[in-house]
């Protein structure tokens, strides 16, 4: 089965200017950006008439088990109902045009395997298992009287994390992370919003905590991820080797050039605090979260000045939950009032994909790379906000050869 794109204007990070081609995908893969337009026995042509085919979109930070944004709630629901409430969402995420996703947090591996199979529909899924957190740290749900064991949400769909206390600990909670498929380790590494007993300037692990984590994920040729807030904190982390830095809201000059210098990456995720600034309290969230969001919200634009001037890379990151799921494009309106459009394209297709070690497989329109495309109407690297409006601009959504969204034809 062929498909064949005819009079594309092929857009992507690597292009200085828009290349008018015909792009002819087989097997799943971009075959040919330059094919001759006959019809050809088993060839699906379209004829995109100059609109703009671009890779499909990556969000380098979501959770798509997080059904509800009240994240203890979640962690209760029964395995099946979290499992079923996971798949709208991961539908709503491809519909949306994201054709690769990273869960930094809940999914387990065989999710990813079942969108492979062809069990769910969903976008890409690189799973790291559940995230790994201190007693009382950022998946430690338990309300401040409550002296349950925190263990006995470990293996639950809907937990985003699990608690590891003390280095032996964190290498035996990654290393069955890593066997059980995990693609990269995440660590809290921070207080946060969604707990209820952690200020967001709590530091979420010793220097020697985040050190075994960082040389068990080296061992396995990989890195770690962690949740950090505070300038404090991301120093610590980056000290450590940390490669990925969630958030980022309170970084400081300094904390952002030691991350331009270690050559980490930054995945900022605004539009979370817009959401449960918003919405929280409609939605579930614990009046003791919402205490928190202030301190996170009101710095966002600013750190990402702080970053851009530092040359920090950054990577596409929502961090949404529950029903806010839907805003996941607002991020790239929200990073348009401070960065240049070429950026935050870059962010969600080939800085993305270097974060997930696949930048020879997604994140651009080039021969054997996957057939992740999207058809809009306009071109992105123009007007960024385009992107923000996917009900009115994306037309055409094809994930690995598969057409799942065509306003086409
Ligand atoms: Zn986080
Ligand atoms: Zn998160």
Same mark, same amino acid.
């Given at each position: 089965?062929?498909?064949?794109?005819?009079?594309?204007?092929?857009?992507?990070?690597?292009?200085?200017?828009?290349q008018?081609?015909n792009?002819?995908?087989?097997n799943?893969l971009?075959?040919?950006?330059d094919?001759k337009?006959?019809p050809a026995?088993g060839?699906h042509?379209?004829?995109l008439r100059?609109?703009t085919l671009?890779p499909?979109?990556i969000?380098?930070?979501?959770h798509?088990v997080a059904?509800?944004m009240n $994240?203890?709630?979640?962690?209760?629901?029964?395995d099946?109902?979290?499992?079923?409430?996971s798949l709208?969402?991961m539908r709503?995420m491809?519909?949306?045009?994201?054709?690769t996703?990273r869960?930094?947090?809940?999914?387990?591996?065989?999710?990813?395997?079942a969108?492979e199979?062809?069990l769910?529909?969903g976008?890409?899924l690189?799973t790291c298992?559940?995230a790994l957190?201190k007693?009382?740290g950022h998946?430690?749900?338990?309300?401040?009287n409550?002296?349950?064991?925190?263990y006995?949400w470990?293996?639950?769909?809907g937990a $985003?994390?699990?608690i590891a206390?003390?280095?032996?600990?964190? /290498?035996?909670?990654?290393?069955?992370?890593?066997?059980?498929?995990?693609?990269?380790?995440?660590?809290?590494a921070n207080g946060?919003?969604g707990?209820?007993?952690?200020?967001?300037a709590?530091?979420?692990?010793?220097?020697?905590e985040?050190?075994a984590a960082v040389?068990?994920?080296?061992d396995?040729?990989?890195y770690?991820s962690a949740h950090v807030?505070?300038?404090?904190?991301?120093?610590?982390?980056?000290?450590?080797?940390?490669?990925?830095l969630?958030?980022c809201?309170?970084?400081?000059e300094?904390?952002?050039?030691?991350?331009?210098?270690?050559?980490?990456?930054a995945?900022p995720?605004?539009?979370?605090?817009?959401?449960?600034?918003?919405?929280?309290?409609r939605l579930?969230?614990?009046?003791?979260s919402?205490?928190k969001?202030?301190?996170?919200r009101?710095?966002?634009?600013?750190?990402?000045?702080? $970053?851009r001037?530092?040359?920090v890379?950054m990577a596409?990151?929502t961090d949404l $939950?529950?029903e806010?799921h839907?805003?996941?494009n607002?991020?790239?309106?929200?990073?348009a /009032?401070v960065l240049?459009p070429?950026?935050i394209?870059?962010?969600?297709t080939t800085?993305?994909?270097?974060?997930l070690g696949m930048?020879r497989q997604?994140?651009?329109?080039a021969?054997?790379y996957?057939?992740?495309?999207l058809?809009?109407e306009?071109n992105?690297l123009e007007?960024i906000?385009?992107l923000?409006r996917?009900?009115?601009?994306l037309?055409?959504?094809?994930?690995a050869?598969r057409?799942?969204?065509n306003?086409?034809?």
């Open positions: 089965m062929q498909t064949l794109f005819a009079n594309a204007l092929i857009v992507d990070a690597t292009r200085s200017e828009p008018l081609g792009v002819l995908v087989e799943g971009i075959k040919d950006l094919a337009q006959s026995e060839r042509i379209v004829d100059g609109r671009m499909g979109l969000d380098c930070h979501v798509v059904s509800l $994240l203890a709630a979640n962690a209760q629901l029964p099946p109902i979290a499992l079923l409430r709208p969402i709503g491809l519909e949306r045009g994201f054709t996703v869960d930094v947090g809940g999914a387990p591996f065989a999710l990813a395997e969108i199979q062809g769910a529909e976008p890409r690189i298992g559940k957190s007693t009382g998946t430690d749900f338990r309300a401040r409550d002296t349950h064991d925190p006995r470990e293996g639950k769909v $985003l994390g699990r206390d003390g280095v032996d600990e964190i /290498r035996r909670a990654a290393r069955q992370e890593l066997r059980q498929g995990a693609r990269f380790i995440k660590i809290m946060g919003v707990s209820p007993t952690d200020p967001i709590w530091l979420g692990y010793s220097v020697d985040i050190t040389q068990e994920a080296r396995a040729q990989t770690v807030y505070t300038a404090q904190a991301i120093k610590r982390a980056i000290q450590c080797g940390v490669h990925s969630e958030h809201n309170i970084i400081d300094e904390a952002a050039n030691m991350a331009a210098s270690a050559g980490a990456v995945v995720t605004l539009v979370i605090y817009e959401a449960l600034a918003q919405d929280g309290e579930g969230l614990s009046p003791a919402i205490e969001i202030g301190d996170v009101n710095s966002g634009l600013g750190s990402l000045e702080i $970053l001037r530092a040359g890379s596409y990151g $939950l529950g806010a839907e805003r996941q607002e991020e790239f309106a929200i990073r /009032r240049p070429r950026d394209f870059a962010s969600a800085v993305a994909a270097k974060l930048e997604v994140g651009c329109i021969e054997n996957f057939a992740d495309i058809v809009v306009g992105p007007d906000t385009l923000s996917p009900d009115q601009t037309q055409l959504v094809m994930k050869g057409i799942y969204h306003y086409l034809e």
